[in-house]
């Protein structure tokens, strides 16, 4: 006795599955702007800072000391400037009636204009000077994890080179996923595409779940932000990123997940359980009931997975009844008796087969 399944086409999501690896979606190296003396680690080192957490204190005394005199410096070409023009002011009536030469009035006119130009450089100066002033605070340009410090506290730090680099913040949240498809599997993929035997959401519609090495599900689903229109020439691949949430820092950068892009539909799909399908010495093959309950041997070519079923890509028809209990005991022209099959087991999510079908937005 053996159980059969009537052969009933549908539209059948499909899932594809890639081996990812996490990245931070944004690294910055923490770089001292002025060269001075390291009097404060302000962080713990390691742990999430946010943005604007300060993080290092370089001795701002000998700053402080610079923006003062150039503030004094400041206040002097303003005085000479007060002078120039003062002294502008008596020259220009007297050049009017001849009283002094028109040298006279050109040097005095010239007087105010380099005490303008000086007044300005010195304004620069005092610039500078506060920046130089701010920059011994070192404040985190992003929230994310911080690494270690390079220096302890009294430490010369110097500005500019390899010598200046403190710490390093890394974002987390978004987190960045990266894996490859390899060129043959978007070869395939877009001759089914081409055949109708799959259709895809486009780029923009794609969602983007992660299984994490425990075998859990992540929460939050992404999208994917870049694929890149040229094939990897080492490895053979496209390279392709997917943005994923990561609010409760579960992510961190350099994890191995499992990659599954949903959204894909395979149109009047036919199914049969794998233990239906047998290999034979010309290829796979099922048995179905044929005329007066005999079994036929109808050979099959066979696609993706979709849990326990097989996608069938030629060989059946819709209504054809399939062999499933009891296939491999079977002969062709055996006479057949039929129970009714099993119930079915739940439908998996989808299939987890390899694939690129949506590269094209």
Excluded: C, H
Excluded at 130 to 152: A, C, D, E, F, V
């Amino acid at each position: 006795m053996v159980s059969i399944v009537e052969v009933k086409p549908e539209n059948t999501p499909a899932t594809f599955e890639f081996t990812g690896k996490t990245a931070s979606s944004r690294q910055v190296e923490i770089n001292a702007r002025v060269e001075g003396y390291l009097d404060k680690i302000a962080y713990t080192e390691g742990s999430l800072v946010k943005q604007g957490q300060l993080l290092f204190q370089l001795d701002p005394k000998p700053f402080q000391a610079a923006l003062d005199n150039a503030k004094a410096v400041l206040a002097q070409q303003q005085a000479l400037l007060t002078r120039a023009q003062q002294t502008l002011a008596r020259v220009k009536p007297l050049a009017k009636q001849n009283a002094v030469s028109q040298q006279d009035l050109d040097n005095s006119i010239a007087n105010v204009l380099a005490s303008e130009a000086q007044v300005q450089a010195a304004k620069a100066n005092v610039e500078q000077a506060q920046l130089n002033l701010g920059y011994t605070t070192i404040r985190s340009p992003l929230t994310g994890l911080s690494s270690s410090s390079t220096y302890r506290e009294g430490a010369l730090i110097r500005s500019g080179g390899s010598g200046s680099q403190l710490t390093t913040v890394v974002q987390i949240d978004p987190m960045w996923v990266n894996f490859g498809v390899g060129e043959n599997e978007v070869l395939k993929i877009r001759a089914q595409q081409k055949s109708g035997q799959l259709k895809g959401p486009g780029l923009s519609n794609v969602e983007v779940e992660l299984v994490l090495a425990d075998g859990s599900s992540y929460p939050q689903k992404g999208q994917i932000t870049f694929v890149d229109p040229v094939i990897n020439a080492q490895t053979g691949t496209y390279n392709i990123r997917a943005v994923v949430p990561n609010p409760s820092n579960q992510l961190s950068p350099g994890q191995f997940v499992r990659v599954q892009l949903k959204g894909a539909v395979r149109p009047n799909a036919i199914m049969v359980p794998q233990v239906a399908v047998m290999q034979g010495p010309n290829g796979k093959f099922v048995f179905v009931v044929g005329p007066d309950n005999t079994a036929v041997a109808k050979p099959v070519q066979v696609g993706d997975w979709y849990g326990d079923q097989w996608i069938i890509n030629s060989g059946l028809e819709a209504g054809d009844r399939v062999v499933v209990d009891g296939a491999v005991r079977l002969q062709p022209g055996a006479s057949l008796q039929i129970k009714p099959a099993a119930a079915p087991a739940p439908e998996p999510e989808a299939a987890k087969v390899p694939s690129a079908t949506l590269l094209k937005p």
